[in-house]
């Protein structure tokens, strides 16, 4: 070990001292959101090594996949049913609209990381995401509705999302509400 590495294993150590270790507590591990392109160059492998490497959305159950026709929504517990109506509705005009056709997994987590930052600045409190009904998808599933389905939930900014109306996209793109920028 190099110097600095001792300084900080020491600094660790002493910071340690007195800690105990919780122990009859159910922890659950928190799944990072990263990109999920990983499990597609390993489906060559065990199905025991696989399941290791699935997409969070991959790994739900198969009721809880949205097929291409599907509705999906969501909302969080401190949206007023007037706000949900309005949402559903498609009752706003925003401009913050992002297409996602065409995307793998991997581009539609990074575009939709920086369109939500971008979305932040405009301060809209709507928006629209096109993500396609994976008519065109060669698994069962359609991949990008599924992701941005799981991916919408587990944002803090979205508060609600809801299936767009058929002149916006239908259950090929959803309505969001944002949280205001604090």
């Keep these: 070990m190099n110097k600095m590495s001792e300084k900080v294993d020491t600094n660790f150590q002493q910071a340690m001292q ?21 499990h597609k160059a390993n ?15 991959e790994q739900l159950n198969s009721a809880d996949r949205v097929r291409a026709h599907c509705t999906v929504s ?18 706003f005009s925003t401009p913050c609209v ?26 809209p409190r709507y928006a629209l995401i096109i993500h396609g009904k994976g008519l065109g998808s ?18 803090p900014r979205i508060l609600a999302f809801s299936s767009a109306l058929p002149a916006d996209g239908g259950t090929g793109a959803v309505y969001a509400l944002l949280a205001g920028v604090s």
Excluded: Y
């Design 18 to 38: 007195g800690v105990k270790r919780l122990t009859g507590i159910n922890r659950t591990p928190i799944v990072k959101q990263t990109l999920f392109m990983r």
């Design 43 to 57: 489906r060559h492998k065990s199905a025991s090594t696989q399941d290791i490497n699935l997409a969070p959305w």
């Design 74 to 91: 969501f909302q969080h517990n401190s949206v007023t049913t007037k706000q949900l109506t309005r949402l559903r509705r498609g009752d």
């Design 98 to 123: 992002i297409d996602l056709h065409g995307l793998t997994e991997a581009k539609a987590e990074a575009q939709l990381t920086q369109w939500l930052l971008r979305c932040r600045h405009k301060s």
């Design 138 to 155: 060669t698994t069962d599933d359609p991949v990008l509705k599924n992701f941005v389905n799981w991916w919408l939930r587990n944002q």
